[in-house]
């Protein structure tokens, strides 16, 4: 498989954004304390994961949609997390 200087950097891009959520989801869970979390900040990114999902459907980039559905149940984990762990 010959891959395009734009699919590696794509494929770069896409793991390092799917990879940037596992930090914070493991120093969440670890400390069982959200209170650092901006509610307002993740509820846009969520907003922002599910339209470029839309986008992709849209354009027919399954690749823009794969990575940004991930990125999506990661930020979306941040977000139950932040319910979950409110009083902490």
Same mark, same amino acid.
């Given at each position: 498989?010959? $891959? &395009?200087?734009?699919?590696?950097?794509?494929?770069?891009?896409?793991?390092c *954004?799917?990879? *940037? %959520?596992t930090?914070?989801?493991?120093?969440? /869970?670890?400390?069982?304390?959200? &209170? &650092?979390? &901006? $509610?307002?900040?993740? #509820?846009?990114?969520?907003?922002? %994961?599910? $339209? /470029?999902?839309?986008y992709?459907?849209?354009?027919?980039? /399954?690749?823009?949609?794969?990575?940004?559905?991930?990125?999506?149940?990661? *930020?979306? #984990?941040? $977000?139950?997390?932040? /319910?979950? %762990?409110?009083?902490?």
């Open positions: 498989m010959n $891959l &395009s200087t734009p699919d590696i950097v794509g494929t770069a891009a896409a793991i *954004s799917m990879t *940037s %959520f930090p914070q989801i493991a120093k969440i /869970w670890r400390e069982r304390d959200a &209170s &650092s979390v &901006s $509610l307002r900040m993740y #509820v846009v990114t969520v907003t922002g %994961f599910s $339209l /470029w999902i839309a992709g459907a849209l354009t027919h980039s /399954w690749p823009v949609v794969g990575s940004n559905a991930v990125c999506l149940v990661l *930020s979306g #984990v941040i $977000l139950g997390l932040k /319910w979950r %762990f409110r009083g902490g």
